[in-house]
């Protein structure tokens, strides 16, 4: 069974910084891993989705990164913004496992001025 | 181009009842999702349909079943309503014939059980 860990749960930086967000994952074989936004009480936005074959996916100031091998994913935002803060899940579909998403639990960011 | 929207927005029943939930697929997907997400958690695969049919199913009972329409959206139904169903129900949409493998979400309709 696919079980998607994240951590830190939360988290707490100054505007401007650069931070790490982590995802791991217990089975490799996956298709593709995918990192959404949600904002409270709200729908999940998809920021990067990286399929099996790629390391990683960038768009703007994210840059995913997908490390197989090892079940890890790290989601890297640069110089961080108050509009940043949000819940981020990353999900996984694995190989042979149709369209269906394992989530994470989130990572929920604040980013303070 | 309208992405996905869910109805309705909030709902509040009672513990017994039967709740109906919308889904309306972004335009051009084919495949809808549901996922159910309780506070402070990741979301729960429920099920997928395409071509009118439940093509995957996760760990749910049966007192939760859904319907695909010809024009794609889709409706999930919950019997017998208890505390626990307490949550904020996605859909998601997506295209894999199309080489879409992106899923994109709807808003969600929050449930709360009494």
């Known amino acids: 069974k696919q079980e998607v860990t994240q951590i830190p749960a939360a988290l707490s930086v100054p505007e401007g910084e650069n931070l790490v967000l982590n995802c791991s994952f217990t089975?490799?074989?996956?298709?593709?891993l995918q990192w959404f936004r949600q904002d409270p009480g709200k729908g999940l936005t998809s920021l990067l989705l990286?399929?099996?074959?790629?390391r990683e996916q960038t768009s703007g100031r994210l840059n995913a990164s997908l490390d197989k091998s090892s079940g890890r994913s790290t989601l890297y935002i640069a110089a961080s913004q108050p509009g940043d803060s949000a819940t981020y899940l990353c999900?996984?579909?694995?190989?042979?496992?149709?369209?269906?998403?394992?989530f994470g639990t989130g990572t929920q960011l604040k980013v303070e001025l | 181009d309208a992405g996905v929207t869910q109805s309705p927005t909030h709902l509040i029943k009672t513990r017994g009842q039967q709740v109906t939930l919308r889904c309306s697929p972004k335009?051009?997907?084919?495949?809808v999702s549901w996922y159910q997400q309780a506070l402070g958690q990741g979301p729960q695969f429920i099920f997928q349909?395409?071509?009118?049919?439940?093509?995957q199913r996760g760990n749910f009972p049966d007192r939760f079943s859904g319907h695909q329409f010809p024009n794609y959206s889709s409706e999930l139904n919950v019997n017998a309503l208890l505390l626990g169903d307490s949550a904020l129900y996605l859909c998601?949409?997506?295209?894999?014939?199309?080489?879409?493998?992106?899923?994109?979400f709807g808003p969600g309709t929050r449930l709360t059980v009494l």
């Open positions: 089975d490799s074989a996956i298709y593709n």
């Open positions: 998601a949409s997506s295209r894999p014939s199309g080489g879409t493998d992106t899923q994109y």
């Open positions: 999900a996984v579909r694995l190989t042979g496992g149709g369209n269906k998403l394992t």
């Open positions: 349909y395409y071509e009118e049919e439940e093509r």
């Open positions: 990286i399929q099996s074959s790629q």
């Open positions: 335009s051009g997907h084919d495949t």
